[in-house]
């Protein structure tokens, strides 16, 4: 079966870094997606990866490695609205998007 | 830019009635998708379309009727809601199917008491 492999909850201090991880086993691989979700509200764009290697789009940036089935979410200098969840989804050889439960990221003070 | 629009954005109906929520994207995006979204699960698809005419099923399809006569609306249908259907549902769409990047609307709250 495919899944999609994240932690369900972590918490972290205002101006840190925060590391979330996203493993994966599926059937083919078209690129993995970041999604940020705030409470109550439609998940919203921050990262595609395709290729292995890092990608740095302002105070986010998100790693693959293909080999491993691993990609992680990297947050610097953390603020409060950095509160929410973060979605990790795989596509698949069919196009499929394969999503994770979730990473609810509580930032605190 | 109104993007993609849902409604209702939050309904209330009994179990075994019929529901259709809405969905009107203006970016005349090929692809549309629904999903639902519940507590301990990621987004589950249920059907998508991949132009006007064209649907088919997702992960959890039963119980879910769509249509697509139009480019621009994705309508999803209860046909007899059931308790099991309570969740929140997400319209989506992207250009293609080809690793483009989904945009989603804000959401539909359905409870069935």
């Known amino acids: 079966g495919q899944n999609i492999d994240q932690p369900t909850e972590m918490t972290a201090t205002e101006g840190a870094i925060v590391q979330i991880n996203c493993t994966y086993q599926?059937?083919?691989?078209?690129?993995l997606f970041w999604y940020q979700q705030h409470a109550g509200e439609a998940p919203t764009f921050l990262s595609y990866n395709v290729l292995d290697g890092l990608e740095e789009k302002g105070r986010f940036s998100s790693f693959l490695s293909r080999s491993k089935g691993y990609s992680y979410l990297l947050l610097k200098e953390l603020q409060m609205k950095d509160s929410a969840s973060y979605l990790c989804a795989v596509m698949d050889s069919n196009y499929q998007l394969i999503w994770g439960a979730g990473t609810k990221l509580i930032i605190k003070p | 830019d109104a993007g993609i629009t849902q409604s209702p954005r939050y309904k209330i109906t009994e179990t075994g009635r019929q529901v259709t929520l809405m969905c009107h994207q203006t970016w005349s995006h090929s692809y549309m998708f629904w999903y639902r979204q519940d507590l301990g699960h990621g987004l589950r698809l249920i059907y998508y379309s991949a132009a006007a005419d064209i649907t088919d099923k997702g992960e959890v399809p039963d119980g879910y009727v769509v249509s697509r006569s139009k480019t621009e609306n994705f309508p999803l249908t209860l046909e007899s809601a059931t308790r099991s259907q309570t969740s929140v549902y997400f319209c989506?769409?992207?250009?293609?199917?080809?690793?483009?990047?989904?945009?989603f609307g804000e959401g539909s709250w359905l409870t069935v008491v």
């Open positions: 599926t059937s083919g691989f078209n690129g």
């Open positions: 989506a769409s992207s250009v293609s199917d080809s690793g483009n990047t989904i945009y």
